[in-house]
């Protein structure tokens, strides 16, 4: 839809009643919905060419802390503006909400209209840019895992975080009694999405107790994206709607499985399936096979987009369904990379890697960096791994922890090239400062540990 026909058909929807409110709203470094809600007929008149914003949108934490040591905005530099400049082709309905619509903005320089290379929307853009220039269309899809619990947010909080119920009592995996008595939750956020131009497959019970999982159709990456993030806020207010709270912290519990982020990818040629070679083994073509073996190979360089918190770590244990090692293999979720689609056109590479915090634009755009880098070096992929990996101990680890990840995210020659070194310095001080908040912390199993005992 072009941008005159979104706004005449909001137009008629403003003059009618059904929609007063305009949700602009960028995403910022966490993967969050940070914006304004604007009268309708203020952002017809006027709003939906540009709004500001302050710039330290792009240079905060999960508490929207002020961080010191950004290149891109400081104190000394007086916090000032960036422009939101609203992309109407994003323009959605946000049912469960009344009255209400939503739009996503890319984030331009206050004074030059360039975008900011470190905004996660443009930085994956750059990347779909690169694929492009050589003809091909990236195709993903993305996997939402998170818990439910029995109290809101809210309640939770006045409550410390302490004695936290999850929504059922036992592992629902594929449980469909289990998943019933949840669906005043699940189904709302189905066909919520789904009305809100999101194209939804299908959600089940995931591996733990009160653990959900949502799965959206593939797309070409920015949608994805797009798609992703606004399930993501959703399935947060409509949990809230109905007296309930959605986490997608990856290890809520040490006892607990953590929840995931998969990310399915594959290249196209324009309807033709890139990777798909029906003569080569797997069904995985030469382009293919180059493509995940870059994804492979520099798969340390990128787990901090991948992993961007220090809890994040903590889901990486053998017999969880969360790899530890950056290898491949077929149809095998002890892998950081499952070959989907063996042998048919719908071949592709599921990475494993990321937690269900991740930013998916981030990681999406560090994904391609990384297979189109496989492409241009035609780099060789290693015969697929099989058996117990997490047993496997000639294969190569994740990174193990945050302080681990920012290392090899500021050493990577890769990632500065394709990404340029303003964004992997900006994302590296990013990193350090979630290291370094974690490290002023006396956590409550020190206490407990060494109180009396030390």
């Known amino acids: 839809m072009s941008d005159a026909s979104a706004l005449k058909e909001l137009s008629a929807k403003v003059a009618s009643g059904e929609v007063d409110t305009v949700l602009v709203c960028l995403v910022d470094m966490q993967g969050r919905l940070m914006g304004k809600r604007f009268h309708a007929q203020n952002f017809l008149d006027s709003a939906w060419q540009e709004t500001h914003c302050c710039n330290y949108l792009l240079a905060t934490d999960l508490e929207m802390a002020t961080p010191d040591g950004y290149a891109a905005t400081s104190w000394e530099a007086g ?253 095998n979720r002890t892998a950081g990379f499952r070959m989907c689609g063996e042998g048919t056109k719908a071949v592709r590479m599921e990475c494993r890697v990321g937690g269900s915090d991740l930013n998916p634009y981030l990681a999406q755009a560090a994904l391609l960096a990384a297979g189109l880098k496989g492409i241009e070096d035609k780099l060789e992929l290693a015969a697929p791994t099989a058996g117990d990996l997490y047993e496997d101990a000639e294969a190569r680890e994740i990174p193990r922890t945050l302080r681990d990840a920012v290392e090899t995210l500021r050493g990577s020659e890769m990632l500065r090239a394709a990404m340029g070194d303003w964004v992997v310095d900006h994302y590296t001080r990013c990193a350090e400062w979630e290291q370094e908040e974690f490290d002023r912390v006396v956590t409550d199993w020190e206490i407990a540990r060494g109180f009396e005992k030390a």
């Open 79 to 331: 916090y000032g503006d960036y422009v939101m400049k609203p992309d109407l082709s994003t323009l959605r309905p946000m049912p469960w909400l009344e009255g209400t619509v939503l739009v996503l903005c890319d984030v331009l320089d206050h004074h030059t209209h360039e975008p900011v290379p470190h905004s996660p929307r443009e930085m994956l853009k750059r990347q779909i840019a690169r694929a492009e220039a050589l003809g091909l269309t990236p195709m993903m899809a993305t996997e939402l895992e998170f818990f439910l619990f029995d109290r809101t947010f809210d309640a939770i909080r006045a409550g410390g975080f302490r004695d936290l119920t999850p929504i059922s009592g036992y592992n629902e995996d594929y449980h469909i009694l289990q998943t019933t008595k949840e669906e005043h939750v699940m189904r709302p956020l189905r066909n919520h999405l789904f009305a809100a131009g999101i194209p939804v497959e299908n959600t089940k019970g995931e591996a733990e107790a009160g653990q959900e999982e949502l799965n959206i159709r593939y797309a070409d990456a920015l949608a994805c994206a797009d798609n992703h993030t606004i399930a993501k806020h959703a399935t947060k207010e409509i949990a809230h709607l109905q007296g309930h709270a959605a986490s997608f912290l990856p290890k809520w519990h040490a006892d607990r499985v953590g929840s995931a982020s998969h990310v399915h990818l594959s290249l196209w040629h324009g309807n033709d399936p890139a990777f798909y070679d029906p003569d080569a083994p797997h069904g995985l073509s030469e382009l293919g096979r180059q493509f995940c073996a870059g994804m492979i190979q520099y798969a340390p360089d990128y787990t901090a987009f991948l992993a961007p918190y220090v809890n994040s770590y903590k889901r990486f244990m053998k017999g969880t369904f969360a790899p530890t090692k950056t290898v491949w293999s077929v149809d």
